[in-house]
């Protein structure tokens, strides 16, 4: 079990936090029209990462998942607002585990977006497929689809197994979280390509298992950079003749951010090792991420938040935005019932 | 590698006592020591193994099956010792580390007193030279294991008219001394695991100090940075009532583990446990490619108080009013009710959740530190505990 990231690992932080310093438009997506940024995008796709996991025959990088979450850590610092989880993470995963060969080169290449469709609670969503003319199509609804309004292909879990289609009525939906869309899709006879599955539930355990490794990575990074932010701050803001970080109240809770910050990271290095390494051990390693994370990572914005006062409660200061994601992310995929539901599931089953 | 496990599993099935007496607890440690698993990372010339953290590491993951009687050999090996290994003089090395090694000898470590816990170093203890030797006086308590300890390091003023910190010096002492009493004191399990200790012209020899004169601070600091390592360096006994998997197993018992609520609280505890022991061994990891914990063992032994703290809510919403009355007879209800018993004392002893807090947050962080008040006044004219030094 490797828990220390190696000098290469290492390298790829730097690379990633050097490009999202330069390029990350955070602010024109939150205070513009456009739910992600395109240029950012471009950029990330540029240097190998929208396919980082995508084996090489298929145009990706065929790295491993401690590297993809050295990314999506980076993309959780700076809440950069790209569809990297939603296409990189959901349909990626889905479509390699599909043996899907089609689709996943402009995946991974970045020049298409991919999202996941499935139920709140991860199971078939309520979109139905038909048989027709020696083809599928797809009619229904589904809602809080990550990404949806920005994708050009929908990887669609259904009672009938997995399908991939790319035409679909979109309505962008308001987000608490304003920096990942998400959107209501319709699909009306939406012609699509079946894929087979030996065992279709089995796929979305796996998708989902590693989806709870790459959400715990962007919590990581969210709470490292609230952490990181938020002793600054301590140490500069002057109140009754002293920096405040020096009240044992203030210093407190900056050292239990730190104490959070730490076991998340510990979790996190474990379950991506885990991913690569040991694939058995991996549906407890995700199950148990995310009921220590998700609540943690609510927490550590809020505190830090706290921290800030009244600067903290403005618009112009970042707090608000890491507290939403926080929220947000929190409650994706039915949210800590689920979470918990499924880790006691594991445990009741290991004993 | 897996030659030194099977070492050790094999030796430890054919070897652990059952019973928990003294003498047999020795003769386990010198057992330990005989077969070369005593001071596993100790250098050889003070009787240790010369091995490296892996095999330490390996150590601990197997006798967390078992539950040892080396508990009263704690403080020595994981404290007293190594602080002697990092400043006593060759002579002392040689007299103390080999018996401390072998649990020969026992120790304890004599840094609190009635007025003087987190700051210790308002302690009023005095140790007055006279002619070669120094003379000792003043009372220290809370100390662990005293009452069977052949051994103590012990903090003592020996300079009232310097600020607090500078005044002290470490001293290596006999407890068997008649000088020197020991009074078992009542801890809130009922039990008596530590005492106060009472010195009357308690006369040392020149060559009792650790260190130098007037550095008691800096040998305190040292042991103490010892202390949370070996504190917070956490095994999770599997046979702790509280950890995890028992808590789990006794909501088995009383047909608890369907109830959903008991289902998430152990779900969030056992997030917590895994999240603690993968930061431990994370820290070992990084210790072991150069990058030593330093106050990073703060989170260790902050979060372990935390943890302990959760999970005696899990085992009251497991047992109800089981944890609250039960047979005289049934064993497990007792050992529950001490492991409950027990909990708060991980947020005192070694240092509080507060002052773990502001290690954390002065030497991680560099948060700006407190006002300070003390620091360049004379002990003699500052007040300590609840009153002036005398
Ligand atoms: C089981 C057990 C075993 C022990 N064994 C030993 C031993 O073997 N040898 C030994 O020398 N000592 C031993 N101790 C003593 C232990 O080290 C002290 O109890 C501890 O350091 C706290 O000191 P105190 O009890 O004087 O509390 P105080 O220091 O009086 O603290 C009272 C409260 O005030 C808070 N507080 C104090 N100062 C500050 C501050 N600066 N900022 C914020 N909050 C503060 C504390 O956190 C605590 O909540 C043991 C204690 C226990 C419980």
């Known amino acids: ?351 | 590698m897996s030659e030194f496990r099977e070492k050790v599993r094999a030796w430890l099935a054919e070897n652990v006592p059952g019973d928990e007496d003294l003498e047999s607890a020795k003769r386990f440690q010198a057992a330990l020591y005989d077969a070369g698993l005593s001071g596993i990372t100790w250098p050889t010339e003070f009787g240790g193994q010369g091995l490296t953290a892996a095999e330490q590491q390996i150590f601990d993951s197997e006798v967390a099956n078992y539950d040892l009687p080396t508990s009263v050999f704690r403080i020595g090996m994981g404290m007293c010792g190594p602080t002697i290994v990092d400043l006593g003089t060759p002579e002392q090395k040689a007299r103390y580390l080999p018996p401390l090694l072998r649990g020969d000898e026992i120790w304890c470590q004599l840094f609190s007193e009635p007025g003087a816990g987190s700051d210790v170093a308002s302690l009023q203890t005095r140790a007055v030279r006279d002619g070669d030797e120094w003379v000792i006086n003043g009372q220290k308590v809370w100390t662990t294991v005293a009452h069977v300890a052949d051994f103590g390091a012990l903090l003592a003023r020996t300079d009232a008219d310097v600020p607090k910190h500078q005044g002290l010096t470490m001293f290596l002492i006999d407890m068997r001394d008649p000088a020197v009493t020991v009074r078992p004191l009542k801890d809130m399990t009922g039990r008596a695991p530590f005492n106060e200790v009472y010195f009357e012209d308690l006369r040392l020899p020149a060559d009792a100090v650790l260190g130098r004169v007037g550095q008691g601070w800096l040998a305190a600091v040292t042991m103490l940075g010892h202390e949370r390592v070996s504190i917070g360096g956490f095994v999770r006994k599997r046979n702790d009532p509280l950890a995890h998997a028992n808590l789990a197993e006794t909501a088995r018992r009383f047909g608890r583990d369907v109830d959903p609520v008991v289902r998430a609280e152990l779900a969030k505890l056992y997030a917590a446990e895994r999240a603690l022991v993968l930061f431990n061994t994370r820290l070992r990891q990084e210790a072991e490619a150069g990058t030593p914990p330093g106050a990073r063992g703060s989170v260790a032994k902050l979060a372990g108080a935390q943890l302990m703290q959760q999970a005696v809510a899990v085992a009251g919403t497991i047992g109800g009013p089981r944890v609250t009355a039960w047979d005289p007879d049934d064993a497990a209800g007792d050992e529950l009710a001490l492991a409950i018993n027990q909990a708060p004392s991980s947020s005192i002893a070694g240092g509080t959740d507060q002052i773990q807090r502001t290690i954390i947050g002065d030497r991680i962080l560099g948060l700006p530190r407190e006002p300070v008040l003390d620091r360049d006044v004379p002990f003699r004219e500052l007040r300590v505990g609840t009153q002036r030094p005398a």
């Open chain 1, 1 to 351: 079990m490797q828990l220390v990231l190696d000098s290469e690992q290492q390298q790829l932080r730097s690379t990633v936090r050097k490009l999202l310093a330069d390029h990350n438009h955070l602010r024109s997506v939150v205070d513009g029209d456009e739910t992600y940024d395109r240029v950012l995008w471009k950029h990330l796709a540029g240097l190998g990462l929208t396919g980082l996991v995508v084996p090489e025959e298929h145009g990706g990088a065929g790295a491993g998942h401690v590297e993809r979450c050295v990314v999506l850590e980076e993309l959780g610092r700076a809440l950069a607002p790209v569809p990297f989880f939603a296409s990189a993470v959901l349909a990626a995963d889905a479509l390699m585990a599909l043996g899907d060969t089609e689709v996943l080169p402009a995946l991974a290449s970045g020049e298409k977006i991919g999202a996941l469709v499935v139920s709140q609670t991860w199971g078939p969503s309520a979109v139905t497929a038909t048989e027709r003319d020696g083809g599928w199509v797809l009619d229904g609804q589904a809602s809080f689809v990550i990404s949806g309004d920005v994708a050009d292909v929908f990887v669609v879990y259904t009672s009938d197994g997995w399908f991939v289609a790319e035409e679909a009525q979109r309505k962008t939906l308001t987000t608490l979280d304003p920096t990942r869309g998400q959107a209501k899709l319709e699909f009306a006879a939406a012609p699509a390509r079946r894929l087979d599955a030996a065992d279709p539930a089995a796929v979305l355990e796996k998708v989902r298992d590693l989806a709870s490794v790459a959400l715990a990575a962007e919590q990581a990074g969210g709470i490292a950079k609230v952490l990181e932010t938020t002793v600054e701050y301590a140490k500069v803001r002057v109140q009754f003749g002293r920096a405040i970080g020096s009240y044992q109240a203030v210093k407190h809770a900056c050292a239990d951010l730190y104490s959070t910050s730490e076991r998340v990271e510990s979790l996190l290095r474990h379950a991506a090792w885990v991913a690569d390494n040991a694939p058995e051990e991996l549906p407890l390693a995700a199950a148990a991420i995310q009921v220590f994370t998700a609540p943690a990572c609510f927490e550590a914005a809020r505190s830090g938040l706290q921290l800030h006062g009244g600067i903290g409660y403005t618009w112009e200061h970042d707090a608000h935005l890491y507290y939403k994601r926080a929220k947000s992310s929190e409650l994706l995929f039915g949210g800590q019932d689920e979470q918990l539901a499924r880790l006691a599931g594991c445990l009741a089953e290991g004993s």
